[in-house]
């Protein structure tokens, strides 16, 4: 998660698409918002020209399309039976 500095926790791109009712990588779909979020104060105004090469290198740092390295496992009641609905707290 080198955008958001850490090494645990959620990526600070991750970005909820309600449309498809799905997280996205941030990086990849508002990639100008997210440089304008982690660069510092007097580079932002760089985040609209860098955004192309950030979606770009996303693109290929996560290898779209080809998998995804979350461990999130949601369960649903046709996992477990007589299992009520569950949740996932964060």
Do not use: N
């Amino acid at each position: 998660m080198v955008l958001s500095a850490k090494r645990r926790g959620v990526c600070d791109a991750l970005h909820w698409d309600a449309q498809q009712a799905s997280y996205r990588c941030g990086a990849l779909v508002r990639p100008g918002g997210v440089l304008h979020e982690v660069l510092p104060r007097p580079l932002r105004s760089l985040s609209g020209a860098l955004a192309p090469l950030l979606a770009v290198v996303a693109r290929r740092a996560i290898a779209v399309g080809v998998g995804c390295d979350c461990d999130l496992q949601v369960m649903t009641q046709r996992d477990e039976p007589g299992a009520g609905p569950t949740s996932v707290s964060g």
